[in-house]
């Protein structure tokens, strides 16, 4: 009986709310806050403040004291010019979405937003924050005629979309008597890959992984030192070498080479893997090996269901495989 009151209190809050604050769906592209967008309501400090006038004006009333009527109205004017002010503070102001770029489940997503303000008035302390964390947490300003750009973090927990969730604006300037807000929904989300599996397991070798799911890529036959390419592992540094030359006199650093292997046989194929094996935990194999091949510089094809790319190498090859792991099974995938 309690809960069924509960999901109805939560149910008839979340329509109230949805009336009451004009809450929409996501927006497409730059937004402006109107003043029908804009609320306010008089914070502690300014029912503290409020309470004062009353008795100031009952003090002033009862001793017929002029000077009592000119400090209360005075006052109370300040606070009407504050309230005034603080709601101008958020008005006008145009929202866009930013950058978001992807992560791997377990970091934080990073959800890059645009403050423009196109009047001639500078606006101070505005804070923002994401509406299901509490009270906002990042504070900006943003001069006349000028941007400034925010970032707000959200924990990942697991592959997929993850769609920024409602953006709340307050601000409490210029005297803090009165809290104004504002809501926004960006149309802004961000692509989570798989956590790669750890401890990580070795590459497959030839195309085909061993019966476990386990296999070599070969880097077999030593065949001398050459300079330092981007994307060597740091353990095929020839530091012996290395300790030989004073990078500050001109030294370099060398790598070891070597040859042989599988480099060029190199195939990921999600349909080799164990069957009992999980289907998040392939997913997390597939992803490391993805990662490893590219720290290793080895190119490599790429296999999942309708997906089949390489062999190649590169962050256009590593992001369009990464992407599909992310997707996989999942509604909306690519």
């Excluded at 809290?179 to 401890?199: D, F, G, H, I, M």
């Excluded at 390489?310 to 495989?321: E, Y």
Aim: net charge positive.
């Amino acid at each position: 009986m309690n809960s069924g009151l509960q999901a109805l209190y939560r149910k008839g809050r979340k329509v109230s709310n949805r009336w009451l604050f004009q809450l929409r769906d996501s927006e497409p592209g730059e937004v402006t806050l109107t003043s029908r967008r804009v609320f306010i309501l008089p914070t502690r400090a300014g029912l503290s403040f409020t309470l004062l006038l009353l008795i100031m004006l009952i003090g002033a009333l009862n001793y017929n004291l002029g000077l009592g009527f000119a400090l209360t109205f005075f006052t109370g004017a300040c606070a009407v010019a504050d309230m005034f002010l603080t709601a101008r503070n958020l008005a006008l102001l145009k929202l866009a979405p930013g950058r978001a770029q992807p992560v791997f489940a377990g970091e934080e997503a990073q959800f890059e937003l645009h403050l423009t303000n196109p009047t001639k008035l500078d606006r101070y302390a505005i804070w923002l924050g994401f509406q299901t964390q509490g009270e906002p947490r990042q504070v900006t300003d943003v001069a006349a005629g000028g941007a400034s750009a925010v970032v707000l973090s959200l924990p990942t927990r697991e592959r997929g979309w993850l769609a920024a969730p409602r953006i709340q604006l307050t601000t409490r300037f210029p005297l803090g008597l009165f809290k104004a807000w504002s809501y926004w929904q960006p149309e802004l989300r961000v692509l989570v890959y798989p956590t790669p599996e750890a401890p990580a397991q070795p590459l497959p070798s030839r195309g085909a992984a061993s019966e476990d799911g386990h296999g070599t890529v070969g880097l077999d036959n030593f065949a001398g030192i050459r300079s330092y390419q981007q994307g060597d592992p740091m353990r095929h540094l020839a530091w012996r070498q290395i300790a030989r030359h004073d990078p500050a006199l001109g030294g370099q650093l060398v790598t070891k080479h070597f040859e042989g292997g599988a480099v060029a046989e190199l195939a990921l194929d999600f349909a080799d893997l164990p069957l009992q094996l999980d289907l998040e935990l392939k997913l997390s194999r597939m992803t490391q090996w993805v990662l490893e091949a590219e720290q290793r510089a080895l190119p490599y094809t790429f296999r999942l269901a309708q997906h089949a790319y390489g062999p190649a190498l590169g962050d256009a090859h590593r992001a369009a495989c990464l992407r599909a792991l992310a997707l996989f099974g999942r509604e909306g995938g690519a």
